[in-house]
């Protein structure tokens, strides 16, 4: 008998029973059921020729929320356990799980679920190893979708996205026994005062499918960076820089610094920022990438600089950054001559101390007053120099005095000594040419 047909039969009998049963005695009642069975077969053929069969359409079942949600194909799961095992150097267990998507859609299923158990020893806290599972989650064609974060006090949850799928990471600190923590409230207060042999870091992922909303990635501009100007106190070449950023957030500061002088940079705490240090023609000083806590470097050329300090946390967090351009060495360009001062006299008149540059044709001098036996004379580029002395008031007003006939020669950044100035001529007699200064 079709399926159909034994249908209406047996909905017939359910309405006739009750009526049935509730008289007669048995006897009765089994003519009364056979009488009912030739009856319903009987309106059931009448029903049929009124009523020719028509093609119905196969009814749509809705999946029930607890159904909604399945597993992630075994490839894509297998896939998944191995990039991020990879990643954080550790083998993942599979197991089926159940799900429930309370964020976004509200479904509710099953999902591949892997877990990992990471060593203290080789991350410091949970928060280092998001980054990783992140890029092995990425590589795979995974999104992160920002309507699934959350942070807690030792850990974070994230959902990532594609196609239909759906995958949640919960990311979790803990001891390796709990009594290690029984004189903690929280275990943020325990996780420090562990060993890192003592503590665990569950990293554990469950993923999905089914009929999620469509995930469209937001592509967000970031703002143009407000940019702060680093400014020195009046007689100073450092400041000090405070900021609190979000998880993720930078700070942007302004320097000009010049060719051949030094950037120094410390921060603290250690671990809560990354600077990076870039020129405004683009050259990268210092990278982001290196989380170092003191660094410096010297200038390449004269312009603006940028520094830009970049959370590395996971939650608000503060920072101190010093910054200091020491001032540069003045470069020596000149050196200088000096020696002692000899006259054929009981006293010393006052006298000017010319040099004069045999390569450029220009003269140099130093006015000094009467009675000094020693002379020093600054601010000679290097070169050769004939060194004269010529008196105001000399013997009867004829005496100028060449201290050393022989050729100097001056270098920068030195005092060429010895220069003595006793050997006095008359004027016009000696090898020296009159007082080009004058009185």
Partial sequence: MPFKKQFLIIAILSLLLPIISACGSQKDIQTDIELAVAIALT???????????????????????????????DEACNALTAAVGQNLGVTGEISQVAFEDEIVSHLSGTGCGIEFSVSGVNFEDPSKTLPIVGEA????????????????????????RSGNGLCRLWINGHATDSDLCADHATINTCWPTLAPEQRIISVALICAQGDLPEFIPQVLQPPDPVLKTVEFAAGTTAAQLVGKLLPGGVDHYVLRANVGQSIVLSVYPPGVVAIAVVGTNGEVLKSDLDNSTEWSGTIPISQEYFINVTSVVNIESEYTLDVSIPPLEPIATTGEVAGAIGYP???IPPLHIVAYNQDSGFWYYLAMGENNFYYFLPGLPPGQYHIAAYAKDGLNGFYIAGGAPVVVTVTADETTEGIDLTQWFAAGSGPYPNDPVGW
């Fill in 345 to 347: 006299d009981a006293s």
């Fill in 137 to 160: 989650l990425k590589a795979q064609g995974w999104q992160e979708d920002p309507l699934y974060m959350a942070i807690g006090l030792m850990g974070e949850i994230r959902g990532y």
């Fill in 43 to 73: 309106q059931t053929a009448i029903v049929l020729e009124a009523q020719p069969p028509t093609a119905q359409p196969s009814p749509t079942v809705e999946p029930t929320p607890e159904e909604a949600l399945r597993p992630i194909s």
